[in-house]
């Protein structure tokens, strides 16, 4: 087990702080706006303008280059449409956000049948089977188990958004992708400052830690290559690639770089935040936690109905491709969208009572991990984080419980993305 997974490096707090990674972004708002959101919805299924531009925020720095006409997209409905079309409501629009330019050819920009070839290379090694039996038993447990180890030899309070939910997801990306545990904290940083937080921050260093991005998998990608191990990089040294109209072939190191630093991208915050909140949104009402310690199969429930209720990240965009007709709106071709999946996710439509975090609810699927060719390829490994996590909590610390004496935690980060200020516990 890694040494940095357990150690006190004050980077963690660095780095795992919602409010500074929305800041850097010019994006940071307090608090919950689901209410706002589900008024949108409610007044009209698709509107003109940006999100943002409609709740009066301001936009944040260059978050895409190109000014295009713009409109959102708040029904279940419809969002759940304009991800599974992904033709007619295109994820080129990513080549528009600087952010993604910098990540290289990667699959959450690519449409059709090059999505499809490269998304299946990697598929096999994220479905829900290896997520129980190669991502769980080789690099989640133990880390858990770690994690608990540590909280309970320290204090008898913990702020589980730090202690454990920040720390878990960066250091499993980073071990399952084949790079050592002790590197996982070094590489997340420098990978935040040369994408995320990049526009805040002197050229030279975001350069530098480019660089030092690349060094890192590069000399993973020649390992495996030279020696092939038990990781996502052996997989995609291995992996053929189908291309329509070109021969079968494997995948080059820039492509392999390129992937496997989306993929730690993608998978060292998200999930991070998911978990902050469903563990506040559960120890809040004690009786919920209770009912998942006594009857353990609601975990799974608990997950996904956190996931439906506050999606971590509430809105993704799509450039639209032809002309369109959505809930009586004309789209033009060439104009851009976002999918509000925060407001769709709570369309009464689908669901009773949808601002009610309830674990028992009838099972429907819904867009917190989005829908469609690019739904999340890590929802799987995910899920497995925060069902082991939050198991391991309950047979450790059977009297957790929410400290009252802390300061309030809160939900911030805003529109973008979004989680808690803290999950503060007393452990015993
Ligand atoms: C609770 C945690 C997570 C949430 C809520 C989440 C959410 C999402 C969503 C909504 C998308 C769709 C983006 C779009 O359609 O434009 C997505 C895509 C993606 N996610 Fe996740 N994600 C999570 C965890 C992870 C993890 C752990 C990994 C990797 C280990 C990961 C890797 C990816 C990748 C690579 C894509 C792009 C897929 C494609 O374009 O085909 N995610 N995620």
Redesign the pocket.
């Known amino acids: 087990m890694s040494d940095k997974l357990v150690s006190d490096d004050s980077l963690y707090e660095e780095l795992f702080d919602v409010e500074k990674e929305t800041a850097a972004t010019g994006g940071h708002i307090v608090g919950d706006l689901s209410d706002q959101l589900s008024g949108l919805r409610d007044t009209a299924a698709v509107m003109k303008g940006s999100l943002r531009e409609i709740l009066n925020f301001p936009e944040i720095h260059q978050a895409f280059n190109c000014k295009r006409e713009h409109y959102t997209v708040f029904s279940y409905e419809l969002c759940n449409r304009a991800?599974r079309e992904n033709l007619l409501f295109s994820?080129e629009v990513y080549k528009e956000s600087p952010g993604v330019q910098r990540m290289g050819h990667v699959?959450?920009k690519m449409v059709g049948k090059e999505?499809l070839a490269y998304?299946s290379m990697v598929q096999p090694m994220?479905i829900r089977p290896r997520a129980i039996d190669w991502w769980k038993k080789n690099w989640i447990e133990g880390s858990v188990k770690a994690l608990l180890d540590r909280m309970e030899g320290r204090s008898a309070t913990a702020d589980l958004n730090q202690d454990l939910c920040a720390r878990l997801?960066v250091h499993i990306?980073t071990q399952?992708m084949g790079l050592s545990g002790d590197s996982a904290l070094a590489f997340r940083e420098n990978l935040m400052k040369s994408t995320v937080q990049s526009r805040s921050l002197p050229i030279e260093e975001v350069m530098k830690s480019a660089a030092e991005v690349e060094r890192m998998l590069r000399e993973v990608i020649s390992a495996r290559r030279e020696q092939p191990a038990d990781d996502v990089i052996t997989g995609l040294v291995q992996g053929v690639l189908n291309l329509p109209d070109e021969e079968a072939r494997g995948l080059t190191d820039d492509e392999i770089f390129a992937y496997a630093r989306?993929?730690m991208l993608?998978?060292g915050g998200?999930?991070w935040r998911?978990l902050g909140i469903t563990l506040y949104q559960l120890l809040r009402k004690p009786e919920l936690w209770e009912a998942c310690r006594n009857d353990r199969s609601l975990i799974e429930r608990a997950i996904d109905e956190g996931?439906r209720w506050m999606?971590?990240?509430p809105i993704?965009p799509r450039l639209v491709t032809k002309d369109v007709e959505l809930a009586g709106v004309k789209i033009p071709a060439g104009s851009r969208i976002d999918m509000c999946?925060g407001s769709a996710n709570r369309d009464p439509s689908i669901w009773d009572r949808p601002d009610e975090y309830d674990i028992y609810r009838e099972r429907k699927s819904h867009l917190?991990?989005?829908m469609g060719?690019?739904?999340?390829?890590?929802?799987e490994?995910?899920k497995q984080?925060?069902l082991v996590a939050i198991n391991g909590l309950m047979d450790r610390f059977p009297n957790i419980q929410l400290d009252m004496s802390a300061p309030p935690a809160e939900l911030v980060g805003g529109l973008e993305q979004r989680g808690m200020s803290s999950v503060p516990v007393t452990l015993y």
């Open positions: 991800l994820s699959i959450l999505h998304r994220f997801p990306v399952g989306l993929i993608a998978g998200t999930t998911q996931a999606p971590t990240d993704f999946l917190g991990f989005g060719p690019h739904r999340c390829l890590g929802m490994v995910a984080e925060m």
